[in-house]
């Protein structure tokens, strides 16, 4: 080998040594003992009026295709339950809606609290405080304390006594009677 050839190739490794050391991440430099600095102090869940750095704001929501079945819904439905709105209040980001429900019956799934939340993007067929519901609902693996109804509204169904209503138009193909449909009929689907 030629003194030319080592010499570009020691060259071109110092070159990568630099460029891969000029990328590394800063936070590395930091002590083990030292966390790294929130980018934004949240106070009361409350988001700042001014930010000098740009915030990432995870948000979770459902995304659903829609069904042409009760079958399918409930399949993948991670909790169906039965109960009722007693009360509702806004998000505090403002783009979704908190319903707190009792729970009178869970037909399929567990759940150990008698009342669950319920979170729906606002303007999409809000449950109701006061109205009893047979809710079909998806977990959210990443935020544990609520749930959001699976397919959008059609997760929703107007409960009256042991039967169970279309409560809008995106779940009217389920329900075809304007009788509604027992209980029963829902329990049996996972019995």
């Not at 030629?2 to 630099?18: D, F, M, Q, R």
């Not at 979770?60 to 209040?89: H, K, N």
């Not at 403002?94 to 429900?101: A, D, E, Q, Y």
């Not at 009256?160 to 009217?172: A, D, L, Y």
Request: aromatic share 8%; net charge negative.
């Amino acid at each position: 080998m030629s003194k030319k050839y080592l010499i570009v190739v020691a060259a071109l490794l110092a070159i990568g040594i630099l460029m891969i050391s000029a990328c590394h991440d800063n936070r590395a430099i930091q002590s083990a003992d030292e966390a790294p600095a929130p980018a934004v102090k949240m106070i009361d869940d409350q988001i700042p009026e001014e930010i000098d750095i740009p915030l990432d704001i995870e948000v979770d929501a459902c995304y659903s295709d829609g069904y042409s079945d009760m079958l399918s819904l409930a399949r993948d439905a991670y909790l169906v339950a039965t109960g009722t709105v007693i009360s509702q209040e806004d998000h505090p980001y403002g783009f979704s809606v908190i319903s707190k429900v009792r729970v009178k019956e869970v037909i399929k799934g567990v759940t150990e609290d008698n009342v669950i939340d319920v979170v729906q993007l606002k303007d999409i067929g809000l449950l109701e405080v006061g109205k009893s519901y047979a809710i079909f609902l998806g977990d959210q693996p990443y935020a544990d304390w609520y749930y959001v109804l699976g397919a959008g509204c059609q997760g929703i169904f107007d409960l009256r006594g042991e039967r169970i209503f279309v409560s809008n138009e995106e779940n009217r193909t389920f329900i075809e009677s304007s009788q509604g449909m027992e209980l029963t009929e829902l329990r049996k689907l996972f019995g």
